[in-house]
């Protein structure tokens, strides 16, 4: 036998001892068979969501927008999740933050728009005076822009030659005898522009005048006048325009992602910053059917009843339009909602001092209360005050995900990191 030989003899029973002494040290502890000792549960499964879009969640099993079967989420997973999305914050520091919460609840929320406007004439109280032959303005009898005039009262006096011709066709017509003749000839001085009053005065004068009168149709003021003593006109001149003031609209811009939330006779309430404190009532009276395609906006008519004429077209200001009530819907305070360009969100208290920033999908609101479609469920807390500090502490892409273990957010002299805010970062 050579000496490896006789090494491998020589060290036989040292691996024997050695085998026998982990044989009785590291046995393998048996597994708990079936029906013996304590029963494990089920996981209890929370909801159901998309396995692309953490945010689509569900009650119950389904297939997500993609067309994915939806995946359970448990309630280990879930307070896992917490644990990491989430920031812890001294009683002290949350104190002399004044951190403020609300809870969601269900409230009825009617809908409200608000939108910028100015007020504008009411088209259904103006006219517009014309002639109807070419002639000459005579004399003038409203000086001015601003003037306000009556139904009937004289506006200009007006020569023209056909109206002339006319008068005397009418009167030999009503010589002659011939009522058919008679009547045609009356139709013509009407569709001329004169009045009936003035056919009955020609009757009885039995002459031709020089001269007819126009005469305002409406009461209301002069808002444009382009007329002069002596000038000439034609049937396309606009010569005067009367409004009357009563009643005005007021043309609203409102926002694309409103459009569908106004119909009309929706209430209304107007507020211009040229009559502070005051407030006026008015509705709906018509909605465009046409976006603006530059500022995607869309018109909306008001009508107001403006008897004092406070109102004055072209001025501008604020309307809040609000619908009729609704069912309940799951509401926040309008403060606690944080909004970005790419999303929105809140933090929702987890209570002793730890807090969690999630995304949540806003619908409809009003100068209160914004209805929140989903990532909230009623009772949750969410932060109405110093939202925004929190806030900043968090991800655009994921709740607080920067703010994860002390290893990856850094330790020092092995104490966990703490920022200058005093919030230990879970």
Do not use: C
């Not at 569900?58 to 939806?70: A, E, V």
């Not at 006319?166 to 009522?179: D, F, I, N, S, T």
């Not at 009053?197 to 126009?214: K, S």
């Not at 999303?343 to 609101?365: D, K, T």
């Amino acid at each position: 036998m050579n000496k490896m030989t006789l090494a491998w003899l020589a060290a036989l029973p040292t691996v024997f001892l050695l085998g026998y002494w982990l044989n009785g040290h590291l046995a393998v502890t048996p597994t708990t068979p079936p029906g013996e000792g304590a029963e494990e549960s089920e996981p209890q499964v929370l909801y159901w969501v998309a396995p692309m879009d953490p945010q689509y969640r569900r009650d119950k099993p389904g297939k997500s927008p993609m067309g994915m079967d939806l995946v359970p989420v448990y309630a280990s997973e879930e307070a896992a999740a917490a644990d990491v999305d989430s920031i812890h914050i001294n009683p002290a520091v949350e104190n002399n933050l004044g951190v403020r919460t609300s809870v969601a609840e269900f409230r009825v929320l009617p809908e409200t728009v608000q939108a910028t406007a100015h007020v504008a004439f009411d088209e259904n109280r103006q006219s517009h005076v014309h002639v109807r032959t070419p002639g000459w303005i005579e004399s003038l009898a409203v000086e001015y822009v601003g003037e306000r005039v009556k139904k009937g009262q004289l506006l200009f006096e007006f020569y023209a030659p056909e109206i002339v011709n006319a008068q005397k066709e009418y009167l030999h017509a009503r010589g002659r005898g011939e009522e058919s003749i008679r009547r045609a000839a009356r139709e013509k001085l009407i569709t001329l522009g004169v009045l009936e009053e003035d056919i009955e005065q020609l009757d009885q004068r039995g002459t031709a005048a020089q001269t007819i009168r126009v005469r305002a149709a409406q009461d209301g003021v002069v808002v444009a006048m382009h007329a002069r003593e002596g000038m000439y006109l034609k049937p396309e001149m606009d010569v005067f325009s009367l409004a009357e003031l009563s009643s005005v609209w007021m043309i609203a811009d409102v926002f694309e992602v409103h459009a569908d939330a106004v119909r009309p006779g929706q209430k209304a309430e107007a507020r211009l910053k040229s009559l502070p404190g005051d407030g006026f009532s008015g509705a709906v009276d018509y909605v465009y059917p046409v976006l603006d395609p530059e500022t995607r906006t869309l018109r909306v008519r008001l009508s107001f009843a403006n008897p004092d004429e406070r109102l004055k077209p072209n001025m501008y200001g604020t309307v809040t339009i609000t619908g009729g009530e609704t069912e309940a819907v799951l509401v926040i305070p309008r403060d606690a909602l944080i909004r970005t360009a790419d999303n929105n969100r809140v933090i929702v208290s987890l209570g002793e001092g730890q807090y969690q920033a999630r995304e949540v999908h806003a619908g409809r609101e009003n100068d209160q209360w914004v209805h929140i479609i989903e990532g909230l469920e009623v009772g949750e807390r969410v932060v109405t005050s110093a939202q925004f500090m929190l806030d900043s502490e968090a991800s655009l892409s994921a709740s607080l995900r920067r703010l994860q273990s002390p290893q990856e957010s850094g330790e020092a002299d092995g104490h966990p990191f703490m920022d200058h805010a005093g919030m230990h970062h879970d």
